[in-house]
């Protein structure tokens, strides 16, 4: 079968490689990957920012869809022939996030889905909904289940209230998807014209171009006539976060979720002062993801991909992700 290695970090070291099918071992299942979709975290681990030290060769790519075709010993969850998603999270079934369920995750090292065929845990997954197709259903495992829990985990997103998303990725527009049908005002800021109009055809309540208006949070204060955001995704980082304390309500949430932006300082006077929650999401759970699954089918929603790049031109997908002209997920069809 063909998988890929990094053998060297930046984009030559990603390495197309031939290795034998994988046998499931007792409690495995073997599954034919039929698509998978890239997050921003997957180039910081092929260009080596996610982790210097990272062990080399290593396969990356945390999301994957495929079809079960063998069954190891003991497996009961699914049956060969079932469509399954990886959890991004092998051991975090339920409950909160521990150093035994944050243990095996894949992509940064030890297992990772850019493979032909992977053997996987049965408790790392999960049905998917029927009406997506095998692209739309392999960009949910990591950004939509991270969207998902800012969102109604960490928090408890309303009818009414205000959500500022940053960017128009992966996460970000999951953010604006499920905001909307919870009945949220989602606001969404962008260095594009083209990306934020896209957005209000997607149901943004305002939008904001931050190359414009670099001071954005006074444009969120006028839109929320001086009160603030309920909740940030804040998917920025060190760059942005002062911008988002300054945006968010008194008592309200920042869900803390990416490194997109470069440096930064925060005067931590004005989240104490003012009690805002600093709340940081590392994906979620498979109870979580099951959950949204429910929803997403329930509603019939559909994930915005960008671009769906075949197996042979793998590089490629990263050198899109790379540009930051993507509008949603990047998707890989193998």
């Not at 998917?235 to 490194?259: D, H, P, Y």
Request: charged fraction near 20%; glycine fraction near 12%.
């Amino acid at each position: 079968m063909k998988a890929y290695e990094i053998t060297s970090f930046g984009m030559d070291g990603l390495q197309q490689v031939e290795r034998d099918v994988p046998v499931p071992q007792p409690g495995e299942v073997q599954i034919k990957l039929a698509a998978g979709s890239l997050n921003f975290r997957d180039l910081m681990v092929l260009r080596g920012d996610y982790n210097p030290r990272l062990p080399l060769p290593a396969t990356p790519l945390s999301d994957g869809v495929g079809y079960v075709t063998e069954l190891g010993a003991g497996v009961t969850s699914v049956a060969v022939g079932d469509r399954v998603a990886i959890t991004f999270f092998e051991n975090w079934v339920s409950g909160d996030l521990s150093d035994a369920g944050a243990r095996n995750n894949y992509g940064a090292g030890g297992k990772g889905n850019l493979a032909q065929f992977v053997c996987i845990n049965q408790s790392g997954l999960v049905h998917v909904p029927e009406h997506l197709t095998d692209d739309e259903a392999a960009t949910l495992p990591c950004a939509a289940v991270t969207a998902w829990n800012a969102l109604f985990e960490q928090s408890r997103t309303r009818p009414g209230d205000t959500v500022l998303v940053l960017g128009t990725g992966g996460v970000s527009l999951f953010a604006l998807q499920f905001g909307t049908m919870a009945g949220a005002q989602v606001i969404v800021t962008s260095s594009s014209d083209e990306k934020l109009a896209r957005a209000t055809e997607m149901g943004a309540a305002a939008t904001i171009n931050y190359r414009e208006n670099p001071d954005w949070e006074k444009q969120i204060r006028k839109f929320t006539e001086g009160l603030g955001v309920d909740q940030v995704i804040e998917v920025g980082g060190a760059g942005t976060l002062g911008r988002s304390v300054k945006s968010v309500r008194r008592g309200g949430t920042i869900s803390l979720i990416g490194a997109l932006t470069g440096s930064g300082t925060l005067d931590p006077t004005p989240v104490f002062m003012r009690g805002i929650r600093l709340n940081g999401i590392f994906v979620g759970s498979r109870a979580m993801f099951e959950q949204m699954n429910q929803a997403i089918d329930q509603r019939k929603l559909r994930p915005i991909v960008d671009r769906i790049f075949e197996f042979d031109d793998v590089r490629s997908a990263f050198e899109h992700m790379a540009s930051g002209n993507h509008f949603g997920k990047i998707a890989i069809r193998f």
